[in-house]
């Protein structure tokens, strides 16, 4: 195998709740991404992100630290925000040295266009979601939000996580999936035929046309079965789908 040109993960939902999937991360960072050209984190990397004071917090400060060891050997980091992390700022991509991209992001990786994004945008059917979305994603919004104590904007992000809990219990399945409208959309507007993403935690290969769709696994390593792994794409531009212990998909 030749050294990966790239590597994609999304939907870790890190949290100090549960150590094991950040262990997994800590250790895929070391073993693997440290080896890569670059690392591409598309979303929900965190359960959540509250403002980048949070920084201080002593487990985001050390999820943090092993992301700024892979940029400092090296790797280019990229990140694309998620629907949990989207408060992610300026302060976080120098702390990470990651690269903050805005979605969807066409990147040319090994001679082919890829297509990135985390996956909640394109989940059209959800209105109230779409709505919700429109609304968090304005800058005055976040300016406002942001300009509250951290602990309070902690205790809204508690109480808007349990509210949808709660909520995604009524909803069928079909509607918390991608549209395929909204993906032809995606892949027409961006001169692309391939894309990554994440957020539905229905990891797959889709085609459709000539057009090859990725969906990153979700990462869950504090039940059993463990759940997660990543995409790869080589120096020759073959992608490659990785169980947590590094085995190609079939
Ligand atoms: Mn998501």
């Not at 359960?47 to 943090?64: I, K, Q, S, V």
């Not at 925000?81 to 120098?94: E, Q």
């Not at 959800?126 to 919004?141: C, H, I, K, N």
């Not at 809204?156 to 009524?170: F, T």
Request: hydrophobic share 40%; proline share 4%.
């Amino acid at each position: 195998m030749t050294m990966p040109a790239a590597l994609f993960i999304s939907d870790l939902h890190l949290q100090s709740s549960h150590p094991r999937t950040s262990a997994a991360f800590l250790s895929f960072l070391e073993h693997h991404a440290q080896y890569a050209q670059a690392l591409y984190l598309l979303g929900d990397l965190f359960e959540y992100w509250a403002g980048d004071d949070d920084l201080e917090d002593p487990f985001n400060a050390r999820m943090t630290a092993a992301i700024r060891a892979v940029s400092d050997a090296g790797v280019h980091v990229y990140w694309i925000a998620g629907n949990r992390d989207f408060l992610v700022g300026s302060g976080f991509a120098a702390a990470a040295g990651a690269t903050l991209l805005s979605e969807p992001h066409v990147a040319t990786i090994a001679g082919q266009r890829v297509v990135l994004l985390h996956g909640d945008a394109e989940c059209t059917n959800d209105v109230p979601y779409m709505e919700f979305r429109a609304m968090v994603r304005q800058p005055a919004w976040q300016k406002q939000f942001l300009s509250m104590p951290l602990s309070q904007r902690k205790s809204i992000i508690a109480g808007l996580r349990n509210r949808s809990r709660e909520h995604n219990g009524e909803k069928s399945y079909d509607i918390m999936d991608v549209t395929p409208d909204a993906i032809a959309q995606v892949f027409s507007e961006q001169a692309s035929t391939v894309m990554i993403h994440g957020h539905t935690h229905r990891p797959a290969v889709h085609t459709a046309g000539d057009t090859l769709r990725y969906v990153l696994p979700d990462w869950e390593c504090d039940t059993t079965p463990q759940r997660g792994g990543w995409i790869a794409i080589d120096g020759r531009g073959n992608i490659t789908r990785h169980e947590l212990d590094g085995s190609i998909i079939e």
